[in-house]
């Protein structure tokens, strides 16, 4: 395998400039048009972490990271311990999921009347058999396959796609030529993938941000085999991140195994935080096996976009991998630069 792409989300900020990065999500959410979720959050920060209550609690300066929120949470339901008498664990599940509510609401919005064609242009200068890894749960990447004849294989099976009442059933779907098929694996879920915990099937709502559905009681929001509702398949931002997803699993090994064989790796939009210990322990390993079992170390690459004289995303990759190829011209001009090499 010639390159394998990881996208983060600068990738999808470069496609979409309306795109939120993680930083910009609590007070994204915090901005929405209110409802009983959206009011539960709010009113969990206030008493929580005593902020002043003002009109635009998103633009309060003391807003905590949503990774420390989702965390603080995690932690409670890990222990089954509640936090007082008014955040018994029946609301502290409530809270949790009305920030995940609130994230597929945040994004629907951000990308719904987004230009795809940087992503079409970069998918359309893949070279057969190359890979991409997206940290990401938009649908940019996705959305962008049908436009060059492509269909992203997520690397597990499909049950049905699903457009409002209406089922497709994909099970069928397995003589289709491989080269319309991209590797996409997916590591923190998807907006579009539904799944099932009493049958243990995903499906699909192909083109829509399915998750939405299921937090609107929608026709959508349950399965049709066994009507139970469906649970989103997205690892939120939180330090406890619960992988235990049997798909999810064989995304993760799949791209692993993706890393270990590459000729290059190229990130693009991902700057390696510190914070994202699982995923920097999962690269620097596939980084040394593929070292191990090729004689030599594939190359890195690592494309940003950053103006600034100091520049603490190319120090973590060169702490992490030594040597690397950097550009901090954005993917835009990175993509200008598959075109010519072509």
Not at 213 to 238: G, H, L, S
Request: hydrophobic share 40%; glycine share 4%; proline share 5%.
């Amino acid at each position: 395998m010639a390159k394998v792409y990881v996208l983060g989300a600068g990738a999808s900020k470069a496609v979409i400039p309306e795109a939120p990065l993680n930083d910009q999500l609590l007070s994204s959410i915090l901005r929405l048009r209110p409802d009983d979720r959206i009011n539960l959050v709010k009113q969990f920060l206030l008493d929580f972490f005593e902020l002043e209550p003002i009109t635009d609690l998103g633009a309060s300066r003391r807003l905590p990271p949503l990774e420390d929120i989702l965390s603080q949470l995690d932690s409670c339901l890990l222990d089954n311990r509640p936090l007082s008498s008014s955040y018994p664990l029946s609301v502290l599940i409530e809270l949790r999921e009305a920030l995940v509510y609130g994230i597929c609401r945040v994004l629907k919005q951000s990308l719904r009347s987004g230009e795809l064609r940087l992503m079409t242009k970069f998918i359309s200068n893949l070279a057969p058999g190359e890979a991409i890894i997206s940290l990401n749960y938009d649908l940019i990447v996705d959305n962008s396959l049908p436009h060059k004849f492509k269909t992203a294989d997520y690397v597990f099976p499909i049950r049905y796609i699903r457009k409002s009442h209406i089922l497709y059933d994909n099970r069928q779907d397995v003589g289709n030529r491989q080269d319309m098929y991209v590797k996409l694996y997916k590591l923190h879920g998807s907006l579009n993938w539904l799944y099932c915990p009493a049958c243990r099937a995903v499906d699909l709502t192909r083109g829509g941000k399915g998750a939405v559905y299921i937090f609107q009681n929608k026709e959508i929001a349950n399965c049709p085999v066994c009507q139970v509702r469906y649970d989103p398949m997205i690892i939120t931002p939180t330090y406890l991140k619960n992988y235990d997803n049997h798909y999810i699993g064989r995304v993760w090994v799949a791209a692993e195994e993706s890393l270990q064989q590459a000729d290059e790796i190229v990130f693009i939009g991902y700057s390696l935080p510190d914070a994202d210990i699982v995923l920097r322990t999962m690269f620097a390993r596939s980084v040394y096996r593929n070292r191990t079992l090729n004689a030599q170390s594939p190359r890195i690459t690592v494309v940003d976009y950053n103006e600034q004289q100091e520049n603490p995303t190319r120090d973590r990759y060169e702490r992490l991998f030594g040597s690397i190829n950097y550009t901090n011209e954005g993917f835009k001009h990175y993509v200008q630069y598959m075109v010519s090499r072509k």
